[in-house]
């Protein structure tokens, strides 16, 4: 089944108590949801953690992903775990907010 998630980063947030201030948005559009994930960093191998441990053992595995060129989701470690996880990219160019 062609299932696939879009993913991105919000930032500019107080500092939690918990030191989080980053925000990491997961839209699953076979499940239709969306899931937040509240971040201390946006560094790529926690994305590729919480995609693992929180997205894709809960829902299953994703055919596509769709995010940005911003460097975590170029970046070596999440570009090699998605191929080792049969997953394929597509991008959205960067858009200022």
Known sequence: MAHHISIDIMEQFSITKRQ??????????????VELFPLR???ADVIVNVNIDEVFCRYGMSTFILSNNEPQFIADIFTETRKALCIRRKHNPNISQ
């Not at 989080?20 to 949801?33: P, S, T």
């Open 41 to 43: 960093t946006t560094m």
């Open 20 to 33: 989080k201030q980053f925000l990491l948005i997961i839209v699953d559009y076979f499940a239709r949801l």
